[in-house]
């Protein structure tokens, strides 16, 4: 857990936003999926996309960081509850970050 929230801070420190690495294809689908089963519950999934790509992204804690909840945000929103994504359903292919590709790796969730 303490090594999740040590790759954030390292993520933050310079406290600018990252380049948006995209979507996994496998967690984009899910993520369609959602919308349409709990449509107006989140901002929709490509209206999030297409915000993180105009603005970047950020990586935040919950208001409990000890929970170990992490999110990715568009650099210019706070909105955990309506335009989060996981960092597991970003696509680890482009992450130029190292820090970020390790928060991705250690998040992801392996089928078994």
Do not use: W
């Not at 970050?97 to 969730?109: G, M, P, S, V």
Request: aromatic residues 4%; proline residues 6%; glycine residues 6%.
């Amino acid at each position: 857990m303490s090594r999740l929230l040590d790759l954030v801070r390292k993520i933050n420190e310079s406290g600018e936003s990252l380049p948006f690495p995209g979507i996994d294809p496998e967690a984009y689908l899910k993520m369609k999926e959602t919308d349409d089963e709990y449509s107006g519950y989140t901002t929709p999934t490509d209206e999030i996309i297409e915000r993180c790509k105009a603005e970047g992204i950020k990586v935040v804690t919950g208001k409990l960081p000890e929970s170990g909840n992490i999110f990715v945000l568009p650099a210019g929103s706070n909105d955990i509850e309506m335009d989060s994504i996981a960092p597991h359903q970003l696509s680890i292919n482009t992450v130029e970050n190292e820090h970020l590709r390790e928060l991705i790796r250690l998040t992801t969730k392996k089928e078994i």
